[in-house]
């Protein structure tokens, strides 16, 4: 964009078209104080602090030229003859704003005075106060007095619910609407508003349950008052005796950077931490009010060791001793291992060295082996979106096509930066078999028959042909190779049968794949109902290598997938396929227990939970170990329980969907000074590498706790997590770089300017710990050969209806354990059409019973109206045990009613 | 100048029962619309409009053609507005319009909305105005039966249809971006000026928005020509002006008046005011509704035009003419002039808020003997505070009674803040004038 060049309290510069007034004067280094002008959200000029004296060169109406003075220069002419909120003026060339006239003074004066009027000045009991934008303009620009009466104020109940999270003040509400404007503008969930009108005007809430958002937590951040409290924080503690600890959330894979902040060793609240590549300025509830649990009491504090069917505390020489015992006694091919996806790289890393070197075996998985796991699919280590993508940049000129996938719920950031994209005029296509949210901010939104997401992707490739759409560069490089099955899956595939299949019409699918293919950036985001066919992510691949959108920033595949570092289990080696002769994975090392398998070593999974099979086969093992904070379903099978440190315990990686790697560091000592995970794998193989049971050394702490500390037989040598991540860099490809002190480098984060803290003052926290580093995608390697593949579709199952599961952010989780967001977790149910229930003459909450080829459950009935006929979705949360119902991706049931 | 032999928006006053349809129809009722539609383009009405230099009688006074070419080219939808939330104290002619004349008010917007080439219009009327609304579907039915509305209008083929949307009872929804939010079906406040509603107003489409005055000037306009519209008034200001007439006056009420005419021959014609209450002289004139600075005697030789208002200090605005006598404090009128303004201020920007809400408060303690020592300098910083900062203009008109009443006044206020008692208890300033609904 050009730049116009504008003058700021004689500070000349030039900046681009369009920006406006407040924030060219920031890039001048002149701070204007505001309250309701938030940059990420649309101006609104409410609050009237950001007024300026603007002028701008007198034109002459006749000849359209500049007036110039007798000095030469042009003839000024103040704007509208009155101040101007510098919000809502964009700026224009040979502008000349003045901030800090008398004229100005006074009414920034003015408008502090009038706000105060109705302030409470309750600070010292106020939990803002020390980070509250309203105590510290007026510091800097308010009276020094007030001639305001105290028995003036307005006084109304204090405080009352917006809703079970969010606390209104109305008293200390300043009324900028940023809260109701970031609900509307950016979550797009409108369930804030206002009542009444005046001075009695008021924030209130308008949804069922109320302020029914994932995002709601972030008003608290962006109110510049005390308005707003969650009830998570209040009155815990003043915020400054808390000490912050940059960390990044693990409940969803798009790792969004946050800030622990600590009272000594209690953790008081999580905070966004500003990251423009990851979560901008934002964090979903979830990862706000989601990490309570590592501080419950019922956390495991020692080993347990089961004797004569009961367990009993053990020291950890005899836990580890008793491991590697029993796990050295079997062959490779005997024993397996699980390692759960939201563990951080350095543990899932020495888990897999752990097998393949320790123990010579291959049967290793991150999924718990129910028949709703997805297919492994690492298409996005080659076709991912390339280094230096940031969703935050990207507007005009982007395609973005989400297929199968809920991002609110699987990875609820996504809903926000997806949307901001279409906003910013960029092309958003939300392809899905049933509402889901996004589709609202669409700017094409693509209903296809429920599970047939395959065949739309397959005709996009055909598209591709049909339309000439593949990019010459692409196609001239020679790079691409199709195998044999491609070519077949091609000819046995027509575009009009596809296009029928999904019950579009075919300029649906054209306009698509045109708009993808003509756009100079392309990013295909694809999710829980995509990956469950492995036909969708090759289809994908193939469509996005065809038309140029890989290997190279801001294009190419974003998959969410379970777990919040599910690419790190991959990347890590968590899976029966990374090396050698390939392994068993989750299901059938269920399938083989007792047979081919004897033992099983579980960390951070609980495959009981959902699924009856895992916890019949547990019963079939010899040995099983369990690593995990607290006793789970799947721990009591085990012979051994190891305890285990708390992400925020500890320090350590994570890679996100984007495979960005992340460092996030220790913010609280573990109780009982328990080990990482790592540790406990870095223990158990120092054992087996000197093939007889070796009393570990242990020393006890003051307190008498005792920690383990590795000594150094055969390369497992890790003092610190570090040394871990040393190994990671020099073994793992892509990971070379990222060293801790690469990680941890905050250049090109949002470039702070003096005075920032008036924009986002408060409760934004700077990135200065790290951005993490995205792993180059191995397309960005021109030399890389790009073998496309395709499969056939799954077939659609025959049957009353079909059963598709769906993935829910309030899954009822270990992570809700002490969470706030508990009593929003929905139990189980299943989601059926209005007229599947009306047939079946049931209403909402009624019980039916969902029978499969493998099971039945009864459950409680939910309406969607805007689902099919003859499809059924199943959310996967606590105590739906999918595991018993599913046959394949897509399932076929009958229901009746219960 | 005598009174008006033909009146132009008041027709009542000329023809006995022109409310009932067959008699607006017996005097020519729909002609200047049968005329346009059939033989004129719409540019060719809005070349009339701007020849005969019809002005917004709303309050700005803007010129009606101009504005109606602000529409941007080939932007389909678009909709016409009629603003009749006639909220604005003393002002209460439209509210005669709609009763005694409906039918030219729906002949004006069927040609207006024909000249902007739009096929919807809504009339916004003040929620309390029920039995108005009534009587305004009613004429509406009666144009639809003949076809003078709805599809295919007298078989050309221009189809419109006109909705009448009862407010619920706020001034600042007679602000023109405030209307369309609450036409909208949300909170009635303000919007963000750009973009200006000629590009982006009702569901974000290009809106014309006049008022009912203005738009019952068009049918006479088109029906009669430019050169008999331009008889009347000034050069600068055209036609004539309904004005709301209320106060001290012996003879309150709507009066049509060319524009132009001297403000005392208002007061004091016989056919008019009839001159003062008791014969008291005039202390204070409001020339155009609550948000006019004040006028006080010796500027009772003013034309009543948009111009010679402007050159005494004050505005025409909506052409109510509130004249007071000297029975009346300038304490206690700007006291209660401000507590309506503060009754009626959205909230939306922190100045007005605020600032009408803590005017408000110092003023009645002034008014009632308990005013503080600094309280003058205090209101003069409240005010300016306030002034030129707030977001529309129902700040900036809160600030006009105060200032008036400091400027012309300041003994009254040192009077009131020294001696402690200066009245008995505040009486109503402004005595209510009912218009009858029939």
């Given at each position: 964009?050009?730049?116009?060049?504008?003058?700021?309290?004689?500070?000349?510069?030039?900046?681009?078209?369009?920006?406006?007034?407040?924030?060219?004067?920031?890039?001048?280094?002149?701070?204007?104080?505001?309250?309701?002008?938030?940059?990420?959200?649309?101006?609104?000029?409410?609050?009237?602090?950001?007024?300026?004296?603007?002028?701008?060169?007198?034109?002459?109406?006749?000849?359209?030229?500049?007036?110039?003075?007798?000095?030469?220069?042009?003839?000024?002419?103040?704007?509208?003859?009155?101040?101007?909120?510098?919000?809502?003026?964009?700026?224009?060339?040979?502008?000349?704003?003045?901030?800090?006239?008398?004229?100005?003074?006074?009414?920034?004066?003015?408008?502090?005075?009038?706000?105060?009027?109705?302030?409470?000045?309750?600070?010292?009991?106020?939990?803002?106060?020390?980070?509250?934008?309203?105590?510290?303009?007026?510091?800097?620009?308010?009276?020094?007095?007030?001639?305001?009466?105290?028995?003036?104020?307005?006084?109304?109940?204090?405080?009352?619910?917006?809703?079970?999270?969010?606390?209104?003040?109305?008293?200390?509400?300043?009324?900028?609407?940023?809260?109701?404007?970031?609900?509307?503008?950016?979550?797009?969930?409108?369930?804030?508003?206002?009542?009444?009108?005046?001075?009695?005007?008021?924030?209130?809430?308008?949804?069922?349950?109320?302020?029914?958002?994932?995002?709601?937590?972030?008003?608290?951040?962006?109110?510049?008052?005390?308005?707003?409290?969650?009830?998570?924080?209040?009155?815990?503690?003043?915020?400054?005796?808390?000490?912050?600890?940059?960390?990044?959330?693990?409940?969803?894979?798009?790792?969004?950077?946050?800030?622990?902040?600590?009272?000594?060793?209690?953790?008081?609240?999580v905070m966004p931490r500003e990251n423009d590549a990851v979560n901008e300025i934002w964090v979903c509830d979830k990862g706000r009010y989601g990490h309570r649990y590592a501080v419950q009491e019922n956390r495991l504090t020692t080993p347990l060791i089961k004797r004569n069917g009961e367990f009993v505390s053990a020291t950890w020489e005899q836990a580890y001793s008793l491991i590697a015992e029993r796990l050295g006694s079997y062959s490779g091919a005997q024993v397996a291992g699980l390692a759960g996806p939201k563990l951080p790289n350095e543990d899932l890393f020495s888990f897999a060295r752990l097998f393949r070197e320790n123990l010579g075996s291959n049967n290793l998985d991150h999924r718990p082996g129910s028949p709703a796991d997805l297919p492994l699919d690492d298409l996005p280590r080659t076709y991912g979106v390339g280094k230096g993508t940031n969703l935050m940049t990207l507007g005009k000129g982007t395609a973005v096509l989400v297929i199968g996938a809920d991002p609110e719920e699987e990875?609820?950031?996504?809903?926000?930066?997806?949307?901001?994209?279409?906003?910013?005029?960029?092309?958003?296509?939300?392809?899905?078999?049933?509402?889901?949210?996004?589709?609202?901010?669409?700017?094409?939104?693509?209903?296809?028959?429920?599970?047939?997401?395959?065949?739309?992707?397959?005709?996009?490739?055909?598209?591709?042909?049909?339309?000439?759409?593949?990019?010459?560069?692409?196609?001239?490089?020679?790079?691409?190779?199709?195998?044999?099955?491609?070519?077949?899956?091609?000819?046995?595939?027509?575009?009009?049968?596809?296009?029928?299949?999904?019950?579009?019409?075919?300029?649906?699918?054209?306009?698509?794949?045109?708009?993808?293919?003509?756009?100079?950036?392309?990013?295909?985001?694809?999710?829980?109902?995509?990956?469950?066919?492995?036909?969708?992510?090759?289809?994908?691949?193939?469509?996005?290598?065809?038309?140029?959108?890989?290997?190279?920033?801001?294009?190419?595949?974003?998959?969410?997938?379970?777990?919040?570092?599910?690419?790190?289990?991959?990347?890590?080696?968590?899976?029966?396929?990374?090396?050698?002769?390939?392994?068993?994975?989750?299901?059938?090392?269920?399938?083989?227990?007792?047979?081919?398998?004897?033992?099983?070593?579980?960390?951070?999974?609980?495959?009981?939970?959902?699924?009856?099979?895992?916890?019949?086969?547990?019963?079939?093992?010899?040995?099983?170990?369990?690593?995990?904070?607290?006793?789970?379903?799947?721990?009591?099978?085990?012979?051994?329980?190891?305890?285990?440190?708390?992400?925020?315990?500890?320090?350590?990686?994570?890679?996100?969907?984007?495979?960005?790697?992340?460092?996030?560091?220790?913010?609280?000592?573990?109780?009982?000074?328990?080990?990482?995970?790592?540790?406990?794998?870095?223990?158990?193989?120092?054992?087996?590498?000197?093939?007889?049971?070796?009393?570990?050394?242990?020393?006890?702490?003051?307190?008498?706790?005792?920690?383990?500390?590795?000594?150094?037989?055969?390369?497992?040598?890790?003092?610190?997590?570090?040394?871990?991540?040393?190994?990671?860099?020099?073994?793992?490809?892509?990971?070379?770089?990222?060293?801790?002190?690469?990680?941890?480098?905050?250049?090109?984060?949002?470039?702070?300017?003096?005075?920032?803290?008036?924009?986002?003052?408060?409760?934004?926290?700077?990135?200065?710990?790290?951005?993490?580093?995205?792993?180059?995608?191995?397309?960005?390697?021109?030399?890389?050969?790009?073998?496309?593949?395709?499969?056939?579709?799954?077939?659609?199952?025959?049957?009353?209806?079909?059963?598709?599961?769906?993935?829910?952010?309030?899954?009822?989780?270990?992570?809700?354990?002490?969470?706030?967001?508990?009593?929003?977790?929905?139990?189980?149910?299943?989601?059926?059409?209005?007229?599947?229930?009306?047939?079946?003459?049931?209403?909402?909450?009624?019980?039916?019973?969902?029978?499969?080829?493998?099971?039945?459950?009864?459950?409680?009935?939910?309406?969607?109206?805007?689902?099919?006929?003859?499809?059924?979705?199943?959310?996967?949360?606590?105590?739906?045990?999918?595991?018993?119902?599913?046959?394949?991706?897509?399932?076929?049931?009958?229901?009746?009613?219960? | 100048?005598?009174?008006?032999?033909?009146?132009?928006?008041?027709?009542?006053?000329?023809?006995?029962?022109?409310?009932?349809?067959?008699?607006?129809?017996?005097?020519?009722?729909?002609?200047?619309?049968?005329?346009?539609?059939?033989?004129?383009?719409?540019?060719?009405?809005?070349?009339?409009?701007?020849?005969?230099?019809?002005?917004?009688?709303?309050?700005?006074?803007?010129?009606?053609?101009?504005?109606?070419?602000?529409?941007?080219?080939?932007?389909?939808?678009?909709?016409?507005?009629?603003?009749?939330?006639?909220?604005?104290?003393?002002?209460?002619?439209?509210?005669?319009?709609?009763?005694?004349?409906?039918?030219?008010?729906?002949?004006?917007?069927?040609?207006?909305?024909?000249?902007?080439?739009?096929?919807?219009?809504?009339?916004?009327?003040?929620?309390?105005?029920?039995?108005?609304?009534?009587?305004?579907?009613?004429?509406?039915?009666?144009?639809?039966?003949?076809?003078?509305?709805?599809?295919?209008?007298?078989?050309?083929?221009?189809?419109?249809?006109?909705?009448?949307?009862?407010?619920?009872?706020?001034?600042?929804?007679?602000?023109?971006?405030?209307?369309?939010?609450?036409?909208?079906?949300?909170?009635?406040?303000?919007?963000?000026?750009?973009?200006?509603?000629?590009?982006?107003?009702?569901?974000?489409?290009?809106?014309?928005?006049?008022?009912?005055?203005?738009?019952?000037?068009?049918?006479?306009?088109?029906?009669?020509?430019?050169?008999?519209?331009?008889?009347?008034?000034?050069?600068?200001?055209?036609?004539?002006?309904?004005?709301?007439?209320?106060?001290?006056?012996?003879?309150?009420?709507?009066?049509?008046?060319?524009?132009?005419?001297?403000?005392?021959?208002?007061?004091?014609?016989?056919?008019?005011?009839?001159?003062?209450?008791?014969?008291?002289?005039?202390?204070?004139?409001?020339?155009?509704?609550?948000?006019?600075?004040?006028?006080?005697?010796?500027?009772?030789?003013?034309?009543?035009?948009?111009?010679?208002?402007?050159?005494?200090?004050?505005?025409?605005?909506?052409?109510?003419?509130?004249?007071?006598?000297?029975?009346?404090?300038?304490?206690?009128?700007?006291?209660?002039?401000?507590?309506?303004?503060?009754?009626?201020?959205?909230?939306?920007?922190?100045?007005?808020?605020?600032?009408?809400?803590?005017?408000?408060?110092?003023?009645?303690?002034?008014?009632?003997?308990?005013?503080?020592?600094?309280?003058?300098?205090?209101?003069?910083?409240?005010?300016?505070?306030?002034?030129?900062?707030?977001?529309?203009?129902?700040?900036?008109?809160?600030?006009?009674?105060?200032?008036?009443?400091?400027?012309?006044?300041?003994?009254?206020?040192?009077?009131?803040?020294?001696?402690?008692?200066?009245?008995?208890?505040?009486?109503?300033?402004?005595?209510?004038?009912?218009?009858?609904?029939?």
């Open positions: 964009m050009p730049d116009v060049s504008v003058t700021i309290d004689g500070t000349q510069i030039n900046v681009p078209v369009g920006t406006n007034v407040v924030d060219a004067a920031r890039l001048a280094g002149v701070a204007v104080p505001v309250f309701c002008y938030h940059p990420k959200m649309k101006p609104v000029g409410m609050c009237r602090m950001c007024l300026v004296e603007v002028y701008t060169p007198k034109v002459d109406p006749a000849t359209r030229q500049v007036v110039m003075g007798e000095d030469g220069k042009p003839v000024l002419a103040l704007m509208m003859n009155k101040l101007q909120t510098g919000c809502t003026t964009p700026i224009s060339e040979g502008m000349v704003v003045n901030t800090a006239s008398d004229r100005v003074k006074f009414a920034q004066k003015g408008v502090l005075e009038f706000l105060l009027t109705s302030h409470p000045l309750d600070c010292p009991v106020c939990d803002k106060g020390g980070e509250c934008p309203l105590q510290n303009l007026t510091m800097q620009w308010g009276p020094d007095s007030s001639r305001f009466d105290y028995e003036d104020k307005i006084h109304f109940e204090k405080p009352i619910p917006l809703g079970d999270l969010i606390l209104l003040d109305r008293e200390r509400c300043i009324l900028c609407s940023r809260c109701v404007r970031f609900e509307d503008e950016l979550a797009d969930d409108n369930v804030l508003g206002f009542g009444s009108r005046g001075r009695s005007w008021e924030i209130i809430s308008k949804s069922t349950p109320a302020f029914d958002s994932k995002f709601s937590g972030n008003t608290t951040d962006i109110c510049p008052v005390g308005a707003l409290t969650s009830s998570d924080f209040r009155f815990k503690a003043r915020v400054w005796e808390l000490k912050s600890t940059p960390s990044v959330c693990n409940l969803c894979p798009v790792g969004c950077n946050t800030s622990l902040d600590m009272r000594y060793n209690e953790l008081m609240r990875a609820p950031l996504y809903q926000l930066r997806l949307r901001a994209i279409a906003q910013r005029g960029g092309d958003l296509t939300v392809v899905s078999g049933y509402p889901t949210k996004l589709e609202r901010s669409a700017t094409r939104k693509v209903r296809v028959k429920p599970g047939t997401e395959a065949q739309f992707a397959l005709a996009l490739v055909q598209a591709v042909a049909a339309e000439k759409l593949a990019s010459e560069e692409v196609l001239g490089s020679g790079r691409l190779k199709f195998s044999d099955e491609y070519r077949r899956v091609l000819a046995a595939h027509k575009f009009d049968d596809l296009v029928a299949a999904t019950g579009l019409a075919r300029e649906v699918v054209i306009t698509t794949a045109k708009a993808f293919a003509s756009a100079e950036h392309g990013i295909i985001v694809y999710g829980r109902s995509a990956a469950a066919d492995p036909a969708i992510p090759q289809a994908l691949a193939a469509f996005a290598a065809l038309t140029g959108k890989l290997g190279k920033a801001n294009s190419g595949l974003i998959a969410l997938r379970p777990g919040g570092n599910f690419r790190g289990a991959l990347d890590m080696g968590v899976r029966p396929d990374a090396a050698g002769q390939p392994g068993l994975s989750a299901q059938q090392v269920w399938q083989q227990a007792g047979t081919g398998v004897k033992a099983v070593y579980i960390a951070a999974l609980n495959p009981a939970a959902e699924n009856p099979a895992a916890a019949q086969a547990l019963q079939k093992l010899d040995f099983v170990v369990v690593q995990d904070l607290f006793l789970t379903e799947t721990a009591q099978y085990a012979d051994v329980v190891l305890p285990a440190a708390a992400v925020i315990e500890r320090e350590g990686t994570f890679t996100n969907a984007e495979r960005r790697e992340q460092r996030f560091r220790q913010a609280r000592q573990a109780p009982a000074n328990l080990p990482a995970d790592w540790q406990s794998f870095q223990a158990v193989a120092q054992l087996l590498a000197e093939r007889a049971p070796v009393a570990v050394a242990a020393r006890t702490l003051k307190k008498g706790a005792k920690v383990f500390t590795p000594e150094a037989p055969q390369g497992w040598t890790a003092m610190l997590t570090s040394d871990v991540n040393d190994m990671v860099t020099r073994s793992v490809s892509g990971y070379n770089a990222a060293s801790y002190s690469a990680l941890s480098t905050s250049r090109g984060a949002w470039g702070r300017q003096p005075n920032e803290a008036v924009y986002y003052d408060g409760t934004s926290y700077e990135n200065t710990e790290g951005v993490g580093i995205q792993i180059a995608a191995s397309a960005e390697d021109s030399r890389t050969t790009l073998q496309l593949n395709l499969s056939a579709p799954a077939l659609r199952p025959v049957g009353e209806l079909v059963l598709l599961p769906v993935a829910r952010a309030y899954d009822g989780g270990d992570w809700v354990r002490g969470s706030k967001l508990s009593a929003r977790q929905v139990p189980a149910h299943i989601i059926m059409s209005v007229a599947d229930t009306a047939r079946l003459d049931v209403g909402i909450g009624e019980l039916v019973t969902v029978s499969s080829a493998a099971g039945s459950i009864t459950l409680p009935v939910q309406i969607e109206t805007g689902l099919d006929l003859g499809v059924a979705l199943l959310p996967e949360v606590r105590g739906s045990t999918l595991g018993a119902l599913l046959t394949g991706a897509q399932t076929a049931i009958t229901v009746v009613k219960a | 100048m005598p009174p008006l032999t033909e009146h132009i928006v008041l027709r009542d006053l000329d023809i006995p029962n022109i409310r009932d349809f067959d008699v607006y129809l017996q005097h020519g009722g729909y002609e200047a619309f049968r005329s346009a539609v059939t033989e004129k383009t719409p540019a060719e009405i809005i070349g009339m409009v701007k020849d005969a230099g019809l002005r917004g009688r709303g309050g700005a006074g803007f010129p009606t053609g101009v504005k109606w070419g602000f529409l941007p080219k080939d932007v389909f939808p678009r909709y016409l507005l009629c603003n009749c939330d006639e909220s604005e104290p003393g002002t209460f002619n439209n509210h005669q319009i709609i009763d005694r004349n409906p039918h030219q008010l729906i002949e004006g917007i069927a040609l207006s909305a024909y000249a902007v080439e739009c096929h919807t219009a809504y009339i916004y009327i003040r929620g309390e105005f029920a039995a108005a609304a009534r009587t305004l579907d009613a004429a509406i039915q009666n144009a639809y039966a003949k076809g003078f509305l709805g599809k295919n209008i007298l078989g050309t083929g221009y189809d419109l249809d006109v909705f009448v949307h009862r407010g619920a009872g706020a001034y600042i929804c007679g602000e023109e971006t405030a209307l369309m939010e609450s036409l909208e079906g949300k909170i009635g406040q303000p919007r963000l000026k750009p973009p200006f509603p000629a590009v982006a107003g009702l569901y974000a489409k290009p809106t014309i928005i006049n008022n009912v005055e203005t738009l019952a000037n068009v049918p006479m306009i088109i029906g009669k020509g430019v050169q008999w519209y331009r008889q009347f008034g000034t050069e600068k200001s055209p036609g004539t002006k309904a004005f709301s007439l209320s106060g001290h006056v012996n003879n309150p009420g709507n009066y049509e008046l060319p524009f132009g005419l001297p403000l005392r021959e208002l007061i004091y014609a016989p056919e008019y005011g009839g001159g003062m209450r008791g014969d008291r002289p005039v202390k204070i004139v409001i020339p155009g509704g609550a948000s006019a600075p004040w006028l006080t005697a010796d500027k009772l030789d003013i034309t009543l035009d948009y111009e010679g208002v402007a050159a005494a200090g004050s505005m025409l605005g909506s052409g109510a003419v509130i004249v007071l006598d000297e029975t009346v404090s300038a304490v206690e009128l700007a006291y209660k002039m401000d507590e309506f303004f503060k009754h009626e201020s959205c909230g939306k920007c922190t100045p007005c808020r605020e600032g009408t809400w803590y005017l408000t408060k110092v003023l009645h303690r002034v008014s009632t003997g308990h005013g503080h020592a600094n309280d003058i300098p205090l209101l003069h910083d409240v005010y300016n505070q306030m002034a030129g900062n707030c977001f529309c203009l129902l700040g900036e008109s809160a600030v006009s009674p105060i200032r008036s009443a400091l400027k012309l006044f300041p003994e009254e206020f040192e009077a009131a803040i020294r001696n402690g008692t200066p009245r008995q208890a505040p009486r109503l300033a402004i005595p209510l004038v009912a218009v009858a609904a029939d």
